[in-house]
Structures are given as structure tokens and as C-alpha cells.
């Protein structure tokens, strides 16, 4: 496996997010589209894949599963809850991308999301040690 700065691949990234969340907002008009996952924290290592989580509310998830799995991929069923579904997007602006469809509120939009934020939150405490340490040394 090869890992890149996910600067290298900022703009292409942004791109497809873009094309996501058009796809998906379409198809499922009162969803929440979330850039998660190495290539959504600054700085970061990534293996270059996209991944975004969808959130949809309670009432709406069966129809939300429907019409997502309509559109793309199952991707690991054996991870699936009664809360959670992956999928494979294929390609958009030539990096893989993966969409988490979660029932919003519940433990699995919580755990994402939770996931999602500590791993930004740790980054930009990683950055302001190592400027710590470089600026004691100049």
C-alpha cells in the first residue's frame, strides 16, 4: 500500500466531493454529506481514497438504503448494522471513493463522527508540537 500527503492530492479531492455530494443530494434531498477520513485532514497521510459519510434521519434511512444501493455499490456487508451501510462510488476525478450511509443520531453517526473529529483534532495537535520543537530550536 502507498501512502501520499493528502496535499498532493487536495484539489482532486475537492473535486470529487464535489461530484458526491451533487450525486447524492440529488438522490437524497434531505441528507447531510461529510468529508471524512485521512484525505479531510490537512496535512495528513492517505492512501488517496475519498470517503464521505451520508447521515439521513431515522424515518428516512430504508429509503435512503434503497435508493443508495440503487446507485452504487454494496462495499463489506459483513459491516453493515441496522444503522450503518458502505458503498463503493467508483471513481471521481480518478480517486476511489466510499460512501457511509448512517441513521442520523444513531451509536454508528456517533462513532464516525467522533472518529472523524479526534482524528483532526489530533493532527492539529500534532502540527503545533512539531512547531513547538522547531521554533526552541531556531
Known sequence: ?????????REQVKAAIAVLEVELESALPACEVE???ATSVPGALTKGDVDVLVRVSPDRYEAAMDAVRSA???NQPENWTDDFASF????REALPCGVQLVRAGSPDDRLLTEMSRRLRAWRTAWIVQVEKVSSSRS
Open 1 to 9: 500500500m502507498r501512502f501520499v500527503p493528502e496535499r498532493e492530492l
Open 35 to 37: 468529508h471524512i477520513g
Open 72 to 74: 452504487y455499490e454494496v
Open 88 to 91: 463503493d462510488a467508483g471513481r
